[in-house]
C-alpha cells in the first residue's frame, strides 16, 4: 500500500511538473502562423509595390523591415529561456522531468534485459533438448 501511494504522489508530482513546465514555456502565439502572416505580408508589399510601380527603394525598405520582423520570435524566445534560467521552480520542474524520463529508460531497459533473458533461456532449453534427444 505504501509503495502504491507513493507512485500516485511520484505520477502526480511529474505531472504537475510537465504542466508546469507548459506553461513556462508557452509561447504567446502559435510561430507557423506568425511566419504565415509575416510571408503573405511580404508576397503583397512586393505585389503592390510593382502593381503600383513605387520606387525600387522603398520595396528594399519594406522587404528589409519585414525580414527583420521574422527575426521577433527567435528574439522573444532568447529572452525566455534566459528568464527561465534564472525561475527556480521552473528549474526544480526539469529535474523532475529529467528523473521521470531516467526511469522511464531504466524501465525500458529492464524490459529488453528480460525479454533477452527469456530468449537465452528458450535457446538454452532447445539446446538441452537436442543434447538430451541424442
Given at each position: 500500500?505504501?509503495?502504491?501511494?507513493?507512485?500516485k504522489?511520484?505520477?502526480?508530482?511529474?505531472?504537475?511538473?510537465?504542466?508546469l513546465?507548459?506553461?513556462?514555456?508557452?509561447?504567446?502565439?502559435?510561430?507557423?502562423?506568425?511566419?504565415?502572416?509575416?510571408f503573405?505580408l511580404?508576397?503583397?508589399?512586393?505585389?503592390?509595390?510593382?502593381?503600383?510601380e513605387?520606387?525600387?527603394?522603398?520595396?528594399?525598405?519594406?522587404i528589409?523591415f519585414?525580414?527583420?520582423?521574422?527575426?521577433?520570435?527567435?528574439?522573444?524566445?532568447?529572452?525566455?529561456?534566459?528568464?527561465?534560467?534564472?525561475?527556480?521552480?521552473?528549474q526544480?520542474?526539469?529535474?523532475?522531468?529529467q528523473?521521470?524520463?531516467?526511469?522511464?529508460?531504466r524501465?525500458?531497459?529492464?524490459?529488453?534485459?528480460?525479454?533477452?533473458?527469456?530468449?537465452?533461456?528458450?535457446?538454452?532449453?532447445?539446446?538441452k533438448?537436442?543434447?538430451?534427444d541424442?
Amino acid at each position: 500500500m505504501l509503495i502504491l501511494g507513493k507512485n500516485k504522489k511520484r505520477r502526480k508530482n511529474e505531472k504537475q511538473a510537465n504542466n508546469l513546465i507548459k506553461e513556462k514555456e508557452g509561447f504567446y502565439y502559435d510561430v507557423t502562423e506568425y511566419y504565415l502572416f509575416w510571408f503573405i505580408l511580404v508576397i503583397f508589399s512586393i505585389f503592390g509595390s510593382l502593381v503600383l510601380e513605387l520606387k525600387r527603394n522603398l520595396v528594399l525598405v519594406i522587404i528589409s523591415f519585414e525580414v527583420l520582423l521574422l527575426f521577433v520570435p527567435f528574439i522573444q524566445n532568447f529572452y525566455l529561456f534566459k528568464k527561465l534560467k534564472k525561475d527556480e521552480e521552473y528549474q526544480l520542474a526539469k529535474e523532475v522531468m529529467q528523473k521521470y524520463a531516467e526511469r522511464l529508460n531504466r524501465e525500458k531497459i529492464k524490459e529488453v534485459l528480460r525479454n533477452e533473458q527469456e530468449k537465452s533461456n528458450i535457446i538454452k532449453d532447445m539446446k538441452k533438448y537436442i543434447k538430451d534427444d541424442n
